[in-house]
């Protein structure tokens, strides 16, 4: 049997979380705010989901960039290893240093700082499109002449190692903080606080931060808050990756000249106008929503989603190898349509119900394609014209069920 192992890492994943939450109940601290960690969970299930189509993709671009361009012919050997992972290092570090400096990019990683809370669970706060800047910026080491196998382990690392530096739960480190990236330095580089911003990049090494100027050390009279400097007022799931691209669109549409319109798209965050986000956010989000708090309903059927996504993807990773096409395809749209949903819930949209009714649908051709027998697809046609029939009124008992 052919199964893909890395799909174990979401287990593994929620273990560790299960373990920072009973910490942080033990030690009387509150560690998660609800819907703060079912948004971190759901932009991680995307991601993960989102791998299974580009791991090769990237492993491809490797591969065709050091058989075609490599400069120097490197192999494997206990000096280029060191080497290699210096140079994966350093490379991570501007990756994410210019992430933070240049909009188009971060635009990319704004995600991962959204999260007003600073647990394992933000850890999972990867987008794919973050993923895709990243290979650009990794596409140095196959050109430099690193094999791309050896690169693929590095990579890995630096997917497990910054896992374990989301916490608040593992204190200071000792002499390990001079050499390190620890969770008090990376809590920081989460941190909004005006002393804290823009610091501590670094991936495994905090070295790379003390020589180039952006390494801060934690300070016990200052109260880290998280977050972003202006928080986001919504848990969409699609807000939370389109908002900032949406602020640049806007921005660059109303710059005037070119010099204006660069300055957009490759200047800082700072530059852009704030008015445009408030202008965003009056005509995208539920702006009354701070009035009316989620139910219990609400987080019932929200938690009952998450769960579902998780083992669904859990499912879908390992056995990635055994599935079509269009499995692939229903049970990732099943996923997406989810997520998209569980976030509009929390923020009370109307508009979910039409989620609801393309999930039914979904489900139903599912059963359609896989169990065709006359009685089912009868029951089903039957089952779709009902849904569409009663729609109105289904829909009050819906919302009523679930936003009162
Ligand atoms: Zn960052
Ligand atoms: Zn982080």
Redesign the pocket.
């Known amino acids: 049997m052919k199964l893909n192992y890395l799909g174990f890492a979401v287990p593994l994943f929620l273990f560790f979380i299960g373990l920072e939450y009973l910490y942080s109940k033990r030690k009387g601290k509150n560690f998660f705010q609800y819907a703060e960690s079912v948004a971190n969970l759901n932009v991680g299930i995307a991601e993960r989901l989102l791998d299974i189509f580009t791991t090769t993709l990237f492993f491809g671009v490797f591969v065709y960039i050091h058989e075609h361009f490599a400069i120097f012919d490197i192999k494997a050997g206990w000096f280029t290893w060191v080497l290699l992972f210096l140079a994966t290092d350093l490379v991570w570090y501007w990756y994410h240093r210019l992430a933070h400096e240049i909009n188009a990019f971060w635009a990319v990683h704004v995600v991962?700082?959204q999260s007003e809370d600073f647990n394992y669970t933000?850890?999972a706060?990867i987008t794919v499109f973050q993923a895709v800047v990243r290979c650009m910026f990794w596409a140095v080491l196959p050109l430099l002449g690193f094999p791309p196998v050896m690169i693929s382990i590095f990579l890995l690392i630096h997917g497990i190692y910054?896992f374990f530096?989301?916490t608040r739960a593992l204190g200071k480190w000792g002499w390990f903080e001079k050499i390190l990236v620890t969770p008090s330095h990376?809590g920081i580089?989460?941190a909004s606080n005006p002393e804290y911003l823009d610091k501590n990049y670094g991936d495994v090494l905090i070295i790379w931060d003390k020589l180039f100027g952006t390494f801060v050390e934690e300070k016990k009279e200052v109260e880290i808050v998280y977050g972003l400097t202006k928080p986001l007022n919504s848990h969409s799931f699609l807000w939370q990756h389109f908002h900032f691209p949406l602020e640049i669109y806007m921005n660059f549409r109303y710059a005037k000249g070119i010099k204006a319109k660069w300055k957009v798209l490759f200047g800082k965050p700072d530059d852009l106008d704030p008015r445009y986000r408030s202008i965003l956010e009056r005509k995208l989000l539920n702006v009354r929503l701070h009035n009316r708090p989620a139910t219990p309903a609400i987080r019932q059927y929200v938690t009952a989603q998450t769960i579902f996504c998780m083992v669904l993807l859990f499912g879908v990773i390992l056995f990635e190898h055994y599935l079509n096409g269009l499995q692939l395809f229903l049970s990732s749209a099943f996923i997406f349509i989810s997520l998209i949903n569980s976030g509009a819930v929390l923020d009370q949209r109307k508009w979910i119900f039409y989620l609801e009714y393309a999930r039914a649908v979904l489900v139903m051709i599912a059963v359609g394609v896989y169990y065709p027998n006359g009685w089912l697809l009868t029951g089903i046609f039957a089952a779709v014209a009902l849904l569409t029939w009663y729609f109105r009124a289904i829909r009050r008992y819906y919302f009523r069920i679930l936003y009162t």
């Open positions: 991962h700082h933000v850890s706060r910054p530096i989301h990376h580089h989460h």
